[in-house]
């Protein structure tokens, strides 16, 4: 495992341990990829993750928009994630239970303040494609050294 991917996995840890909502919702993600600003992570979708109507819930798509967005500026090499500033996201599809999510984020700009990250919900389709279920955006203050 390269040193950014267990970076992000050592600050995953102390997150996980220190949010029960994350803990509850994300137990079973498995972050497999991270570089200088980007991470990827996988997790089928279980009935923790749906609303009343059977689909994904916002409120999990917005929890995952707060996690990606914090380890893609783990991945910078910061130690500390910062607090949340702005958040949004667009629900552009629904997924259902044990549909696979594939998750990215990206951090755009990680400045001395703030640190502006994206992050993208995909669906794997029956032929491996990719359909965007919910796209977020996320700006943390962050305190740098």
């Not at 059977?54 to 917005?62: D, K, P």
């Not at 629900?91 to 993208?120: C, H, M, P, Q």
């Amino acid at each position: 495992m390269d040193s950014q991917l267990q970076h992000v996995h050592k600050v995953w840890e102390r997150m996980r341990t220190n949010s029960p909502i994350y803990a509850f919702l994300l137990d079973q993600v498995e972050i497999y990829h991270a570089e200088n600003g980007v991470v990827r992570a996988r997790l089928q979708v279980a009935p923790q993750h749906i609303n009343s109507k059977g689909t994904l819930h916002g409120a999990f798509s917005a929890c995952v928009t707060d996690w990606a967005g914090g380890l893609a500026i783990a991945s910078c090499g910061l130690d500390s994630t910062g607090v949340s500033a702005d958040i949004h996201v667009s629900y552009l599809s629904a997924a259902t239970t044990n549909d696979w999510l594939e998750i990215e984020g990206r951090a755009d700009k990680v400045g001395k303040n703030l640190a502006f990250t994206t992050i993208s919900i995909l669906k794997k389709g029956s032929a491996c494609e990719l359909a965007i279920v919910a796209r977020g955006s996320h700006t943390k203050y962050i305190k740098t050294q």
